[in-house]
Protein backbone atom coordinates (compact mmCIF):
# COMPACT_ATOMS: atom_id res chain seq x y z
CA UNK A 1 0.00 0.00 0.00
CA UNK A 2 1.05 3.46 -0.92
CA UNK A 3 2.52 5.40 1.84
CA UNK A 4 0.49 8.39 0.84
CA UNK A 5 -3.09 6.74 1.56
CA UNK A 6 -4.28 7.89 4.54
CA UNK A 7 -7.20 5.34 5.78
CA UNK A 8 -6.99 5.72 9.43
CA UNK A 9 -9.14 7.30 11.81
CA UNK A 10 -8.06 10.10 14.30
CA UNK A 11 -7.12 8.14 17.43
CA UNK A 12 -5.36 5.29 15.25
CA UNK A 13 -3.11 8.44 13.41
CA UNK A 14 -2.39 10.14 16.06
CA UNK A 15 -0.72 6.92 18.18
CA UNK A 16 1.11 6.43 14.61
CA UNK A 17 2.11 9.64 13.81
CA UNK A 18 2.61 11.82 17.11
CA UNK A 19 5.41 14.49 15.85
CA UNK A 20 3.38 14.95 12.54
CA UNK A 21 0.02 15.10 14.94
CA UNK A 22 1.36 17.63 17.23
CA UNK A 23 2.75 20.16 14.00
CA UNK A 24 -0.83 20.02 12.82
CA UNK A 25 -2.32 20.74 15.90
CA UNK A 26 0.07 23.78 16.79
CA UNK A 27 -0.53 24.93 12.90
CA UNK A 28 -4.19 25.06 13.66
CA UNK A 29 -4.13 26.26 17.28
CA UNK A 30 -1.54 29.01 16.52
CA UNK A 31 -4.08 30.00 13.67
CA UNK A 32 -6.96 30.34 15.65
CA UNK A 33 -5.29 32.17 18.53
CA UNK A 34 -4.31 34.57 15.43
CA UNK A 35 -7.92 34.53 14.12
CA UNK A 36 -9.00 35.84 17.82
CA UNK A 37 -6.38 38.59 18.36
CA UNK A 38 -7.79 40.09 14.73
CA UNK A 39 -6.75 38.11 11.61
CA UNK A 40 -3.72 35.93 10.80
CA UNK A 41 -3.63 38.03 7.14
CA UNK A 42 -3.06 41.09 9.43
CA UNK A 43 0.84 42.57 9.40
CA UNK A 44 0.97 43.70 13.12
CA UNK A 45 -0.82 40.36 14.35
CA UNK A 46 1.74 38.29 12.15
CA UNK A 47 4.79 40.13 13.69
CA UNK A 48 3.28 39.75 17.13
CA UNK A 49 3.31 36.07 16.72
CA UNK A 50 6.82 36.01 15.11
CA UNK A 51 6.79 35.89 11.76
CA UNK A 52 9.78 36.04 9.80
CA UNK A 53 10.81 39.91 9.19
CA UNK A 54 14.50 40.96 8.42
CA UNK A 55 14.56 43.85 10.68
CA UNK A 56 13.36 42.02 13.82
CA UNK A 57 15.80 39.09 13.32
CA UNK A 58 18.88 41.95 13.29
CA UNK A 59 18.03 43.17 16.71
CA UNK A 60 18.16 39.73 17.81
CA UNK A 61 14.83 38.01 17.75
CA UNK A 62 16.39 34.78 16.54
CA UNK A 63 12.90 33.00 17.45
CA UNK A 64 11.83 34.44 13.98
CA UNK A 65 13.26 31.30 12.34
CA UNK A 66 11.69 29.04 14.62
CA UNK A 67 8.04 30.53 15.20
CA UNK A 68 7.12 31.06 11.45
CA UNK A 69 7.10 27.51 10.38
CA UNK A 70 3.74 27.21 12.68
CA UNK A 71 2.15 30.76 11.44
CA UNK A 72 -0.15 30.94 8.45
CA UNK A 73 -1.19 33.73 6.45
CA UNK A 74 -5.37 33.07 5.84
CA UNK A 75 -7.24 29.92 5.80
CA UNK A 76 -6.44 28.97 2.37
CA UNK A 77 -2.21 28.85 3.40
CA UNK A 78 -3.09 26.80 6.58
CA UNK A 79 -5.29 24.03 4.37
CA UNK A 80 -3.14 23.69 2.10
CA UNK A 81 0.12 22.91 3.71
CA UNK A 82 -1.81 21.05 6.75
CA UNK A 83 -3.24 18.70 4.09
CA UNK A 84 0.52 18.11 2.52
CA UNK A 85 1.64 17.64 5.88
CA UNK A 86 -1.48 14.99 6.63
CA UNK A 87 -0.66 12.83 3.52
CA UNK A 88 2.93 13.18 3.09
CA UNK A 89 4.55 13.52 6.20
CA UNK A 90 3.32 9.78 7.84
CA UNK A 91 5.40 8.26 6.15
CA UNK A 92 8.70 9.74 6.70
CA UNK A 93 7.81 9.54 10.34
CA UNK A 94 7.71 5.57 10.35
CA UNK A 95 10.50 5.72 7.93
CA UNK A 96 13.23 7.60 9.84
CA UNK A 97 11.29 7.10 13.46
CA UNK A 98 10.29 10.53 15.34
CA UNK A 99 13.83 11.62 16.36
CA UNK A 100 15.26 12.04 12.81
CA UNK A 101 11.90 13.20 11.88
CA UNK A 102 11.70 15.76 14.03
CA UNK A 103 15.06 16.93 13.06
CA UNK A 104 14.35 16.81 9.47
CA UNK A 105 11.76 18.80 9.56
CA UNK A 106 12.86 21.68 12.10
CA UNK A 107 15.98 21.58 9.90
CA UNK A 108 14.91 22.29 7.17
CA UNK A 109 11.86 24.77 8.00
CA UNK A 110 14.31 26.76 9.75
CA UNK A 111 17.34 26.92 6.98
CA UNK A 112 14.29 27.52 4.71
CA UNK A 113 13.92 31.27 6.64
CA UNK A 114 17.34 31.93 7.42
CA UNK A 115 17.89 31.37 3.29
CA UNK A 116 15.36 33.60 3.03
CA UNK A 117 17.11 36.30 5.42
CA UNK A 118 20.18 36.16 3.34
CA UNK A 119 19.24 36.48 -0.04
CA UNK A 120 15.73 38.53 0.75
CA UNK A 121 14.94 42.09 1.21
CA UNK A 122 13.81 43.77 4.30
CA UNK A 123 10.50 44.29 3.22
CA UNK A 124 9.85 40.10 3.22
CA UNK A 125 7.30 39.02 5.99
CA UNK A 126 7.05 35.44 5.60
CA UNK A 127 5.68 32.26 7.41
CA UNK A 128 4.37 28.86 6.84
CA UNK A 129 5.38 25.16 7.13
CA UNK A 130 6.40 25.11 3.36
CA UNK A 131 10.07 24.90 3.84
CA UNK A 132 9.83 22.07 6.13
CA UNK A 133 7.39 20.18 3.49
CA UNK A 134 10.20 20.73 0.72
CA UNK A 135 12.13 19.62 3.30
CA UNK A 136 9.75 16.53 3.20
CA UNK A 137 9.82 16.13 -0.21
CA UNK A 138 13.61 16.86 -0.45
CA UNK A 139 14.28 13.60 1.50
CA UNK A 140 11.96 11.74 -0.61
CA UNK A 141 13.95 12.87 -3.18
CA UNK A 142 16.85 11.02 -1.88
CA UNK A 143 15.05 8.18 -1.29
CA UNK A 144 14.06 7.68 -4.68
CA UNK A 145 17.73 8.09 -6.11
CA UNK A 146 19.88 6.28 -3.01
CA UNK A 147 17.10 4.01 -1.20
CA UNK A 148 14.59 2.76 -3.06
CA UNK A 149 14.16 -0.21 -1.24
CA UNK A 150 12.14 1.75 1.34
CA UNK A 151 9.49 2.96 -0.90
CA UNK A 152 6.84 0.67 -2.72
CA UNK A 153 5.72 0.98 -5.98
CA UNK A 154 3.28 2.99 -5.54
CA UNK A 155 4.72 5.47 -3.26
CA UNK A 156 7.35 5.87 -6.03
CA UNK A 157 4.41 6.57 -8.55
CA UNK A 158 3.47 9.31 -6.42
CA UNK A 159 6.39 11.18 -5.85
CA UNK A 160 8.28 12.61 -8.60
CA UNK A 161 5.01 14.56 -10.01
CA UNK A 162 4.50 16.00 -6.57
CA UNK A 163 7.97 17.37 -6.72
CA UNK A 164 7.58 18.47 -9.66
CA UNK A 165 3.87 20.04 -9.06
CA UNK A 166 5.69 21.87 -6.07
CA UNK A 167 8.89 23.22 -7.90
CA UNK A 168 6.25 24.48 -10.74
CA UNK A 169 4.16 26.55 -8.14
CA UNK A 170 6.99 27.69 -6.29
CA UNK A 171 7.80 30.02 -9.11
CA UNK A 172 4.47 30.28 -10.84
CA UNK A 173 2.28 31.54 -7.91
CA UNK A 174 3.29 34.99 -6.97
CA UNK A 175 4.03 35.18 -3.10
CA UNK A 176 5.44 32.47 -2.38
CA UNK A 177 8.91 32.13 -0.67
CA UNK A 178 11.51 30.75 -3.52
CA UNK A 179 14.23 30.50 -1.44
CA UNK A 180 12.43 29.17 1.71
CA UNK A 181 11.37 26.21 -0.55
CA UNK A 182 14.63 25.52 -2.21
CA UNK A 183 16.91 25.56 0.79
CA UNK A 184 14.51 22.93 2.28
CA UNK A 185 14.12 20.61 -0.83
CA UNK A 186 18.22 20.50 -1.11
CA UNK A 187 18.35 20.27 2.92
CA UNK A 188 16.07 17.64 3.00
CA UNK A 189 17.78 15.91 0.39
CA UNK A 190 21.33 16.02 1.69
CA UNK A 191 19.96 15.07 5.36
CA UNK A 192 19.40 11.79 3.65
CA UNK A 193 23.11 10.92 3.67
CA UNK A 194 22.76 11.28 7.41
CA UNK A 195 19.61 10.05 8.66
CA UNK A 196 19.44 7.20 6.48
CA UNK A 197 23.14 6.29 5.63
CA UNK A 198 23.74 2.23 5.35
CA UNK A 199 25.15 1.00 8.31
Request: glycine share 12%; aromatic share 16%; with cysteine.
Given at each position: ??L ?41 I ?31 H ?78 R ?17 P ?25
Amino acid sequence: MSLFVRNEDLKTYIRRYPITSLFLTANVVVFILMTISGGSTKTNILLKFGAYYQEGVLQGEWYRFVAPLFIHIGLEHLLFNCFAILIFAPGLEIILGSFRYLLLYLATGIIGFVITFFFSGPQVLAAGASGAIFGIYGLYAYLMRHRRELLDWSSRQTITPIIIFGLISTFAIPGISIYGHLGGLVLGYLLGFLLLRKS
